[in-house]
């Protein structure tokens, strides 16, 4: 009787299925590295997006959150940058608030620094107005110095790409800069 499957019959299926098996696994991964991407680009496109609109609503503390969010999910370079740029976008704000001499919402920016929630509303948090600006500007400068540093070190020349960004946004928005991000960052 002879053999249904012969040796070189059962070689060429098991080299088949080690084909389809390997192409498989390539489609799945494809499709899984795609749904990661995806996924990436829509995290930043969230967190940065909610990021913009808090620097328009003056909700700098939001806004931090937002980028600390991302780089908590996505670290890289452009996301410190990012972090960077809205503690400096903060000080600016604190910056052009002082130069007008509206000490009141100096406070206000101080105030939603520190709100907790509800408990906050009985038992308010309450600071000078003029030293809450120092608080807060020294706070944002070691917070904004140790965000650059950790950027530099993971991709100096991205580093230098997005501050020449951010630079020519400051200067073509000299008095409202800190309430937006530069154009080409597509947040």
């Not at 007008?100 to 206000?108: F, S, V």
């Not at 600006?133 to 991709?155: I, S, T, V």
């Not at 020349?157 to 400051?170: F, I």
Request: charged share 20%; proline share 3%; glycine share 6%.
């Amino acid at each position: 009787m002879r053999a249904i499957w012969s040796m070189k019959d059962a070689s060429l299926l098991g080299l088949s299925m080690v084909v389809l098996g390997f192409w498989w696994l390539c489609v799945a991964g494809i499709g899984w590295a795609a749904g990661v991407s995806s996924y990436q680009v829509a995290q930043k496109t969230d967190h940065l997006h909610r990021a913009k609109i808090y620097l328009a609503a003056g909700d700098y503390r939001r806004a931090i959150e937002a980028c600390e969010q991302y780089v908590d999910e996505a670290p890289s370079a452009e996301a410190y940058v990012y972090l960077t740029y809205v503690y400096h976008a903060t000080q600016g704000y604190l910056d052009w608030l002082a130069a007008r001499d509206e000490w009141a919402k100096i406070g206000q920016l101080s105030l939603s620094f520190v709100y907790q929630g509800a408990r906050d509303l009985v038992d308010p948090p309450d600071v000078l107005a003029r030293m809450a600006k120092e608080l807060l500007y020294e706070g944002l400068r070691q917070q904004f110095d140790l965000a650059a540093a950790m950027a530099n070190r993971l991709d100096r020349p991205t580093v230098d790409r997005l501050w020449q960004q951010q630079t020519a946004w400051k200067q073509k928005h000299p008095e409202t800069w800190w309430a937006s991000v530069p154009e080409e960052w597509g947040w």
